[in-house]
């Protein structure tokens, strides 16, 4: 990889997500040599992805390049690859550009789409995990509008029309109010020869309220706004299949539909060699300690949505939420220099800051540890939120000057077919 050896110790970072970049930003001016690999040139902000799908955003204003988060620090080494294989033997990652040696790794990989072994499933829906796939969304719903403005045949133009989302979490519900609004906004001005009432938005939910894990007022407020914006919600319903035309549930329920949104579950997205049973827990995710490092090693970590950190609070693990991934990659900064110097590292705490979900113009939810409210209030809390979390000036000014334009005009402009992804209704 044409990465020289300093006196400094290596530190190997997999994934430029949200742990990734704080833990490289914290260790990049210290003596130590970092180095970051990704598959990805540039850092994702995920939730806004919603946007991008729904032509709010375009894909660059949510995307930052790596090298330029930290191209002020002069012992951090950035290379594009995929890391196929951890050997924590010879201490060394396998990745499709080459091997590299570590002296500590951390392995920050996030997570991916979770079917649940349902291979039709996970072969005919759209996953929206990253910016291609958001990309493909948004082709596909515009897509299928141009279809159905040409066909004659009544249910095939139904199904054109319908949008089944699986899962009421926030990622559901903030694409169903987006969905939404495109209804009642956009498309009776684009396609004025086609009776867009009938478009449909479903969010189909297994359980008994949308946003679980929130609170009983965020839940219900938001189920309250996503009815009065026309969209169906089916509770306790779950799906079993998905055949490219009909989604099948556990009831007698069925959706006759083009476009399915599996938007179910997520699972870690793990690496060979740190993947066997010994290591992995619940949800796929790598079972770390208290200072996130993996079991039977003291120079390997895992962080973010990958690691599973299990305490009284969290039975299950700390949520897969961007708050713990930051706090987790910025801790743990700390704690390698401590472990460097070879002082005692510190335990990780989490300080939990609430979760939101917009469920669209003028409307969110808000949970914070004292304060719940919904409303405008909660939806410009929101706005905040995610400009100030957003990396990069332009990023956030680019963001927010169409969040601008588009709630004064009622518009979303780029609704573009730039790469045409279509799956074909079978016949
Ligand atoms: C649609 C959506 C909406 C969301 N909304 C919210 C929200 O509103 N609030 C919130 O707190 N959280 C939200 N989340 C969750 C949040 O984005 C994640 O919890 C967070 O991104 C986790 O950060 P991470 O650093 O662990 O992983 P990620 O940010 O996923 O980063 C992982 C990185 O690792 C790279 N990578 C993976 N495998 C390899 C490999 N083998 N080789 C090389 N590179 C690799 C990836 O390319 C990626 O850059 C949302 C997620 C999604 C998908």
Redo the contacts with the bound molecule.
Sequence with gaps: MNIPRTSFPRVVI???????VALAKKLSKQEVQVVL????NY??F??L??QVSTGGLEPDSIAYPIRKILKDFPNFYFRL???DEIDTEKNKVVTDIGKLKFDYLVV????ETNYFGNSEIEKHSMA??TIPQSLNLRSLILENFEDALLTSDLNERNALMNFVIVGGG??GVELAGALAEIKKGILPKDYPDLDTRLAQIHIVQSSDCILKGMSDKASKKAEDFLEKLGVNIWKNVRVTNYDGKTVTTNTDLTFETATVVWAAGVKG?T?KGVDAEEFITRGNRILVNEFNQVKGFNHIFAV???ACMINDEFPNGLP????P?IQQGKQLGDNLLRLIEEKPMHSFKYKDKGAMATIGRNKAVVDLKRFKFQGIFAWYVWMFVHLFFLIGFRNRMVVFVNWVYNYVRFDREARLIIRPFKKRLKT
Excluded: C, E, W
Excluded at 14 to 20: E, H, L, R, S, V
């Design positions: 997999i994934g430029g997500g949200f742990a990734g690999l990704d598959k990805n850092h994702t995920q939730p992805l919603y690859a995929n890391v920050a990989s996030g997570s929206m995990k926030p990622t997205a690496i973010g949505d990958i897969m939420m961007a708050q991934a």
